[in-house]
């Protein structure tokens, strides 16, 4: 059909880069560019390479060396100032394979399958979903069922010492057994996270978010990660470290997720072979969804607030029939987590423990119309405090990466935040020494299902008191946080709450971002619980006549902090509302939040928004950015790119993979007449397609008839993972055989002309969840290719109400 | 540039059709089509047109002859069967036009737009989502005020004049003039709809769901509509039919957006021009959204509830940043129905209404695991009954469609019903003489706000006593629903309610679908929650260790019959625990919900989708039809189209728009070598943009400078109507002048091959919300055009388990 390669020399494989590279050349109409290149042609001698002529190797060396560079002397080189944390991508996050490759083999199979297979799968899915569900309530209620237990006799021997040393005066025995044990947790739960899987790191909602936005995330998705969760995160609350245990179910369900889907481990090494049509990036993505929905679910006793979550903070591509496989699993998880944790509890049948926290029951309290504006105000708050939050944060993130990026660094870190979250609450337990006596009976508020709270301490305070400070502290932040909700007026004084709220809001900030696997929604619910409290004691003093209800104040507080932290309005909503089994202040809730978030939008982006902006992840955003008109198609893509003919040397092959980081390649065949074009495109194939077929030896000497002995189940089976070309051993006999790529490669891919504004190619990859994008001229030979990162690094921001478009670099 | 047009003759304008009429031609291949061709050869000849020699023309008048003979004729013809009520697509249906077209007009504009103007954008966005949820309220409270003083004076001399008249035996009196107050008023009603505006018929969900999935419904967002639907559903309530206000409450919200989205009235023929930018279907279609929540939000007092409706029943397109200010219009819609209502009841700042439907208080009553699998059996029965309502309903539409189809007729119809509904209550009211013995002080439950149920009628009771039946019957259908949710175990009995129940049903589906405004949600919670509380009465006898609370009872069953008519889950368990306010029940909802749906979609589909199925409409669904892998862009394209040259005669375009029924055109260039392509593809034009040019007069001589006085706005003065050619006047000189098309068309139009496969054209044409497709050569020659009715023809849907293609006819 069409003439096979001849020699490498013919094909024009120049400078850059698809999905994988920085792009070069061709931004010269992008000013601050150029400072880049012009440093970078310092260095470009000493750059040792295998294949000196390739200009595409020689410009991708320059770049990773550059990279390296700025690393090693980061603390000291004149560099420095090029790495610009929020305003970079990193080049290692390559995209997922949304579109369906609808090559030779996709056809063949589809035109096998018939009615039963639909219907099979169509039940499948729900199946899936179920065991999701499932599978999610499980390890929701393991680690619950962990920390419970554990909390209960850290804090019981805790309190007991505390209340016996203050009258032996042997201070220093619990506090530095509190000291110690904290030390020894979170430098374990520092470790885990650390050296077993880094990627089970924080929250995992922002890289849950990036996946979902359609990033590959290595590890992201392991048992390894999910060992690394669920442990990691009783470790880190058992460690003190004021963290919760509901972000990381988030996650953990994400993985549940997708290993179902998945049907295989790869440390396991265990192929259960379920349901192998699910293995592609398409199926997985909505199992995902339903599963971080279903985390939300089983933290927070929330599905429908699950689903809005993963709607809300997570879905990037969305569909209706999802959504309902997203509620099921949602709801499974519910009410699995409710019978186990209910059993459990033993009352089986009552159905009483929805998710793993809790906020207790409100009695029954209403709102006045007069108090909207109140509300208004601790929105208000409530944003700015969020937005302080984040700056912070963000600081501190940028110092860990500059300075902390060592492994045993972070470990310590975490083991240096362990011990202080005991010698400071021991400080304030000390010094602060307010005494509250609980009417007879009364045994301090919520937590009452074994969070070692049944018993607060005494310490200094006279005998049937308990001291206030201890009444926080000596808990898991989660009972303190019902303490804070529904204590008496007297039980936490202002002095006490104004002294806590600061310290523990820095304490907050210190440990989010620590190389553990932990929460930020309880501590943010603490805090704003607190300050809420202050606000009502406050309200109780001016306005009498309103009969503030504290624990309003404290749970309307909470959501304001929450939300300017985070920036979820309906989803927040709705959680709280599912949470405190009470639909009363759903309404002046949702309005808070709203106001929240804009005060908040107006300094900075989201916690998790922040954390994707600095780990540099090419997170597509829903819009274009704004005032990008301008820039076509042209400016944007890569170009000229590396193509392959129909029917090609495998010796060129093998050449371009181990020199070209590309993902893609146009399958193109030449055109006499066009010059500086790489020929009219036939097709285009994925470089995990291509090992694949090297790895199954689908090639034959040239003439003779190529052996088509390769199935979809051979490229099923490499799913997710991929073989590495340098893994591949080609005899040089071989590398003068062909391969005929024409039945693999994807026949029809997405194309653009290079005209075409960058709005319009944004909503085109954005829209269909793209991963490549193939510029063309009008008689459709290839220019240039699009990826996610040449999209990505295009970024239009309102900051304090102005917009600013950015260029981010690509490292 | 290029050369101009010569010669008519020169353009191949042949046989066939966008987006506006049947394809014919290359379908040789889909069986199901012949017959119908092969009958309209019969009657080709008696066609008149005025330009014989267009085949498309002919064809197109065939076809419309076609289906006049077969209304004309279609109680007695023969050709009868050829209508497939639910396996046809009504081609007047337009798309609408989502994307936008960067022509030169559009860079120029962009080029201009600036930092302010994207702000004052993003504020108006906010400001216009404020002003829905404001509007919306004010509609709603309006028609709930409305609905409640005059419910409450019709029936409270109703209920006199039957106690009275039981006494004086003459029970003539209360029945005729029962009978007579509602024959009147209905017959209002649906004069109302059928002369005013007939497209405000129904709850106009369905409708409101097409709009949003991309289809154009002539009179669907004029302020005609609103007075039709709002002043309409009053008189349908008040009339008597078994009909609710919410349904009609969610087109009334869109209406109210999409006007103040526009900003302007054809009727009032008022121009506010407050915010021109917003002339355009894109952002039309994000305000209806808003607009359709507030709705729900203002209905039910469900603001969540309003968004998840939006978002599952509702929207195709969806965005993050559109979310938010859904709810936020959702959320003002809320709050202001709960301002305005709780002023008029008389204490503002309690804000105890927050929408025109409570279901009330329950008392604390909480489930039991035990009681899960009777709710999955009510879920079943709710299912099943749900399918039945909906093949009803379709029985009866189809049967309205060809027997029904007069104005005078339908009208008549509604007065039938009309008179039914009062004489029907009245035959079990004066024969079903149960009575219930209210214990001292208890005027029964529910409905104490005016509804006119403060004195229930004694007919033939004791003193003391009331007719149970006329409990039910002589009030509003909402507060007879609060009563069935909230009233005493002896209140109802088992032969009331079995009575009551077929009654009802059979009432509710003879009048869904009637020409009058009407919703479809009271009656269905009412009839479940009767038959709901005749299980909850069984299941007391029964269970008695349950202590079976029959409000609970009722509640679910109330969720189950609505759950199998409307098939909606997420959505429906937010609104309906919103409406109670009560989440306990959040849970089995949840569970029985899904069950529902699950049942009912075994039988048929929704009630909504039905009725879009019997419209016509062509809607997209989310996903490609199953098992269409095998059918090619080429097989579903219509082929060849009528194209124009970038500079071209005003003679030919003016010939082409009035002989062709196309929507879009491509512009092409000639190619000398190809033979059977109509030429490279340049463009795409609107015969919206066509006839705006041609009315301002953007064309000059052949050779002399062509005026371009023609700007942005000139297009946007003219949005949402449409400039007819019918109505341009073009005199034989200009005729031979030219317009240069290129500043105009879109210059990238989106292509695909002609070998790409159904389904990936399908998701292009979906996830980018298209109105043509243009399927192109690989060298880009225009080869034939895809348009939503070519996709939505071929429609697979499971029904008792089994999936079958269906390619629908287009009428």
């Not at 600081?395 to 990026?405: C, D, G, Y």
């Not at 001016?542 to 504290?550: H, S």
Request: hydrophobic residues 45%; glycine residues 8%.
């Amino acid at each position: 059909m069409s003439a096979p390669a001849k020699d490498e020399t013919e094909f024009i494989v120049t400078p850059v880069s698809a999905d994988d590279q920085p792009a070069s050349g061709k931004r010269g109409t992008l000013e601050k560019e150029i400072p880049v290149f012009e440093e970078l042609n310092h260095d470009a001698e000493n750059t040792d390479s295998y294949n000196q002529n390739s200009i595409t190797y020689l410009l991708a060396n320059r770049f990773r060396d550059f990279g390296k560079k700025i690393r090693q002397y980061s603390i000291t080189s004149a560099d420095e100032p090029l790495i610009r944390y929020r305003k970079r991508l990193i080049s290692k996050y390559e995209s997922q394979n949304y579109d369906i490759c609808e090559n030779h083999l996709y056809v063949q199979e589809m035109e096998k399958q018939r009615q039963n297979k639909i219907r099979r799968l169509w039940m499948a899915r729900w199946l899936i979903m179920f065991l999701v569900g499932l599978g999610v309530a499980l390890v929701a209620v393991a680690v619950a069922m962990m920390i419970e237990y554990a909390a209960h006799l850290k804090f019981s021997i805790l309190q007991k010492y505390f209340t016996n040393c203050a009258k032996d005066n042997c201070m220093y025995i619990p506090v530095l057994m509190w000291a110690g044990v904290n030390l020894v947790i979170s430098v374990l739960a520092a470790a885990l996270v650390t050296y077993v899987e880094p990627a089970a790191a924080g929250s995992g909602i922002p890289l849950i978010k990036s996946y979902l936005n359609g990033v590959r995330i290595p590890g992201l998705m392991s048992l390894r990660a999910l060992i690394a969760k669920g442990l990691g995160v009783v470790l880190s609350v058992m460690g003190g470290l004021a963290c919760g245990k509901e972000g990381p179910m988030i996650h953990s369900g994400a993985i549940v997720a997708a290993g179902l889907a998945k049907g295989r481990s790869r440390i396991c090494k265990k192929d259960f072979n379920m349901f192998d049509s699910f293995r592609n990036d398409r199926e997985v993505r909505d199992f995902v969804s339903g599963g971080a929905a279903a985390g939300v679910a089983a933290a927070f006793g929330a599905p429908v607030g699950g689903v809005l979550f993963s709607l809300e903070e997570g879905a990037s591509f969305w569909n209706q029939s999802l959504t309902w496989r997203v509620f099921f699993a949602s709801m499974i998880s519910t009410f699995s987590v409710n019978v186990f944790l209910s059993s459990i509890h033993g009352h089986p049948t009552a159905l009483s423990s929805p998710g793993l926290v809790s906020f207790g029951q409100f009695p029954d309290i209403k709102y006045d119309l007069l108090e909207i504006p109140i509300f208004f105000l601790m929105a208000v708050i409530g944003g700015l405090s969020g937005a302080l939050f984040v700056f912070l944060n963000y600081k501190l993130t940028v110092f860990r990466q500059r300075f902390l990026a060592k492994k045993w660094l972070k470990v310590a870190e975490t083991g240096l935040v362990g011990a202080m979250s005991a010698v400071l609450p021991f400080v304030l337990i000390y010094s602060v020494n307010q005494c509250y006596h609980p009417p007879s009976g009364d045994h301090g508020h919520g937590g009452s299902e074994g969070h070692g709270t049944g018993n607060p301490s005494q310490v200094y305070c006279k005998e049937g008191e308990q001291n206030i400070m201890s009444m926080i502290f000596l808990r898991t932040p989660e009972s303190s946080l019902i303490g804070m909700l529904h204590a008496q007026p007297e039980e936490y004084n202002a002095i006490v709450l104004s002294i806590f709220i600061p310290l523990y809001f820095l304490l907050a900030v210190w440990t989010y971002g620590l190389s553990v696997s932990s929460g930020v929604f309880v501590p943010s619910l603490l805090i704003g619980a607190s300050w809420g409290r202050l606000i009502g004691l406050g309200i109780a003093k001016i306005f009498p006549f309103l009969e503030a209800n504290l624990g309003k104040y404290a749970l309307i507080g909470a959501a304001c902090q929450l939300g300017g932290t985070v920036r979820m309005t309906i989803s927040l909503t709705v959680i709280l509302v599912e949470c405190t089994g009470d639909i009363t202040f759903g309404l002046p809730m949702m309005l808070v939040l709203m106001i929240t978030k804009w005060v908040g939008d107006f300094f900075d982006t989201s916690l998790y928004d922040m954390n994707v902006h600095v780990a540099g992840i090419p997170l597509l955003p829903w819009d274009p950015p704004a005032m990008s008109d301008n820039l076509k198609a042209n400016d944007v893509m890569n170009a000229p790119v590396a193509v392959f003919r129909p029917v090609e040397r495998i010796g060129r092959i093998v050449n371009t993979l181990r020199t070209e980081t590309f993902c893609g390649f146009p399958v193109t065949e030449a055109q006499s007449d066009a010059v500086e074009s790489c020929g009219r495109l036939k097709g285009l194939i994925l470089r995990s397609q291509l090992t694949i077929l090297l790895k199954n030896k689908v090639y034959a000497k040239e003439g003779s008839s190529i052996p088509k002995n390769i199935k979809m189940e051979d490229f099923r089976n490499e799913y997710p993972w991929t073989v590495n070309i340098e893994d591949i051993t080609i005899s040089d006999e071989e590398k003068d055989f062909v391969m005929d790529l024409r039945p693999y490669m994807n026949p029809f891919p997405y194309t653009i002309f290079k005209e075409v504004s960058l709005p319009r190619v944004f909503r085109i990859f954005r829209g269909l969840g793209l991963r490549h994008l193939v510029v063309v001229s009008d008689t459709n030979e290839v220019l240039g290719m699009v990826t996610r990162k040449d999209l990505a690094r295009y970024r239009t921001e309102p900051k304090r109400g102005m917009l600013k478009m950015e260029i981010l670099d690509i490292q």
